[in-house]
């Protein structure tokens, strides 16, 4: 045994300093006799390929890798600061890391085999010391560790967007309240995240887009975290956010405002322009007595009404009608609005006392360019997904003005002019220069304003800037229509703080009407409600006889259903006349 220091190496002394990716082994050993012994052998067995560190307590070890980890450890058991398996587990909790090999006497296999239960990779026996046994050992350590960090990252991680998966998570939020019992000044918020219409883009653009999607919201939420936050993804397009060291409560709503405006940026997949939104639920615990499932469950209903409210129209898009390359169907419909390829389908609105058309409503239709019709159900998602809904609403509203007013022209005579009631998405509420392509499109076609009702839902930003908008619209002389009432349930704040015209009670009031005494109570008092409030109100979605004749016995004046006429195109309602009134006849759209 020759060339090294005899006298305790301190915390960092390189035995061998070396060239070629060497192996950094720090040598927890406390006899210098086994120190050198251990060190020539590796250095003369194979020059180059280990660079030894040696320390004499486990102490000065996790201390230096903690500063500069080492690919592998070598540990005495009986070392000056830690005796047995107090080694093993001090190196586990702190270096948790890294490989570990321990070193053993002749009858100790006990202690070697609790060693490795204990997270151990391997051990050798010193009396039978072999150096070729110890670079074994060492690289099978090495590898070991690999297979062990690599399953546990399959137990903790989302393989997708290497985000810490819900198991890891909940760990984390156990810790994040039990620190909060010691610290009664603390708090913590959750964030309960999930992506809007996703389906839409996974369904419509495939998969791999879906993918893409994902790992772009995962990223662009960590990024606005702190390092000490955890950003998971619990599930398909749910993520959680946990933040710990709130200044103050009231922080967790800037936050949830930052990370949806970083989830909101326009985002390019495979060429098309996305423009993401997301649905965000807030927990904070402060102080002891925090439970982390009723933590997440409270984010997640938060979530949950947030996501009402974004997308009260949350039909669920139907069934591919064809299967064809799905990929392009959003980039289709997106050059169709621009080419004005949309169709626009007309179902009356009638007077119920002698069923006369007093109005119709445009309901947006696309014959896909594989030829399928498409309806709004599927329509509306991806255009919201790509960010083009206020675009497809225009078409609509202008196809459906120069529509209503030539019938008006050619059918009616002034006294008995036909509406024209068209849908408004939130987005075309929120647009500033909605109203004025309004008067301008009235103008253009001669369509008296009166005639006009334009129809908004829940998904309206019935904000200040909503509610001025809407001023603004009617400003032009059009109404306005609160419509689907009924379906959601924030319907009675929108009823107070908006200056509506018309009520249109959603089908699933009227459906079952019909001898259910129960919902014939909540309709006449709906029609009392808006009657009160000086509004025209509507009964959609009517299809029986039955319930056209309760509605008539409320005291109902306008109705709207399958029983009257279905949405056909215009080319099919000759002299004003719906082919498909009255049950399933024609071909309806
Ligand atoms: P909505 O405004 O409530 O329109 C009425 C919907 O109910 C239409 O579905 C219509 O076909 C259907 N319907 C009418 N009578 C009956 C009936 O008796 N029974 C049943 N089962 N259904 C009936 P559609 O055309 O699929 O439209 C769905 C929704 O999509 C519309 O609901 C509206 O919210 C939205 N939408 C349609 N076109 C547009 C548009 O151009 N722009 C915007 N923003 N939204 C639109
Ligand atoms: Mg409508
Ligand atoms: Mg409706």
Redesign the pocket.
Known sequence: MTGASKLDPGPDLDMEMLTEDPIEVALVEDSDDWAELVGDSLKLRMPGRYQLRRFSTVTSCIESLRLSPAGCILLDLSLPDADGMEGVDALQLEVPGVPLVVLTGMDDDARAVEAVRRGAQDYLVKQRFDVDDLARSIQHAIQRKRVESELAREAFYDPLTKLPNRRLLMDRLSVACARLERKPDASIAVLFIDLDRFKAVNDEMGHDAGDRLLVATGDRINRTMRPSDTTARIGGDEFVVLCEELRSPADSDRIAERVAQAIAEPLFIDGQELHPTASIGVAVAAGPGAVPEALLGEADSEMYRAKRRNDS?G?PPAPEPAQRGMRGIMADLRDAVERHELS??F?PIIRLEDREAVGV?????WHGTAGELL???RL?PMAEAGGF?AD??RE??AEAITQVARWNREFRAPAARLGCS????GA?IADPTFPGFLGRTLDRNGLVPELLTI?I?EDAPLDDAGIERIAEIKATGARVAL??FGAGFSSYASLASTPLDEL?L??SLI?GLDGDPRLTAIVRAALALGTDLGLSVVA????TEAEAAQLRGLGFELA????FG??EFATNIRGLTWPSGGGPTGSPV
């Open positions: 129209r039909a626009v389908a179902q409503e445009a309901l947006v239709r309806t709004p159900a509306i809904m497809l609403d609509v509203i068209v849908n408004c998405s075309t129809e839902t419509d689907d249109k959603d089908r459906a959609e979605g009517v299809e709207q259903g399958f029983l279905r949405p």
